[in-house]
């Protein structure tokens, strides 16, 4: 029986994204946008190279969770294996894990919470479920949109490119999404588990 205080966070924070500054301000990359939002909230200190990503922890106020947020460095299908590890090493339950990603299946600033479900094709979250062992993780859905098409080709141009909706359109959608976060999260550490 695990006591608080006997793994290093109550929740793994894994921002969805493709590393390299060619994909930053991507609709895909709006994961990585979200946990850095979150990080710097919190005021967490500057994330360094740790399981195959850049990982940070802290509280998210004093006395508040203890949380890890994680960017993996896979690139999107392979974030599990920046995921796994950090979920084996930190002790986190499946069910404190937060998956952070781009949902095109939701209208532009639309942000769902999710506790398991489907993967609807997205290949982080295949990734994720492959080296998690299961998709009963959380997730936070942000909403950013698809084309008119159904073309892989067509759909895989407007994912990878940048937001076409204006700046501050942008940033209420981080802003929404980071507060979902929080309010998943919460202020309290896990209960004695």
């Known amino acids: 029986m695990f006591r608080r205080g006997s793994a290093p966070v109550d929740w793994l924070i894994v921002g969805l994204g493709n590393p390299g500054s060619e994909y ?55 974030a599990g294996r920046a995921a796994g590890p950090a979920r084996g090493a930190l002790k986190v339950p499946l069910d404190h894990v937060l998956a952070i990603h781009d949902e095109i299946d939701l209208p532009f600033g639309r942000i769902e919470p999710r506790l398991g479900g489907g993967l609807a094709g997205h290949n982080g979250l295949k990734s994720l479920k492959r080296e998690l062992g299961s998709p009963d993780f959380h997730r936070i859905r942000v909403g950013v949109g698809r084309p008119d098409t159904t073309d892989p080709e067509i759909v895989s141009k407007y994912v990878l490119g940048r937001f076409s909706e204006p700046n501050d359109e942008v940033a209420g959608l981080i802003d929404d999404a980071v507060r979902e976060a929080e309010r998943l999260v919460g202020e309290s550490p896990l209960p004695d588990r």
């Open 24 to 78: 930053a301000g991507t609709r895909h990359n709006v994961g990585f946008e979200v946990a850095n939002a979150l990080a710097a909230r919190w005021d967490l200190p500057r994330a360094k190279k740790k399981f195959a990503g850049l990982y940070t922890d802290g509280r998210t106020v004093p006395g508040g969770s203890r949380v890890g947020v994680l960017l993996p460095q896979t690139f999107m299908n392979e």
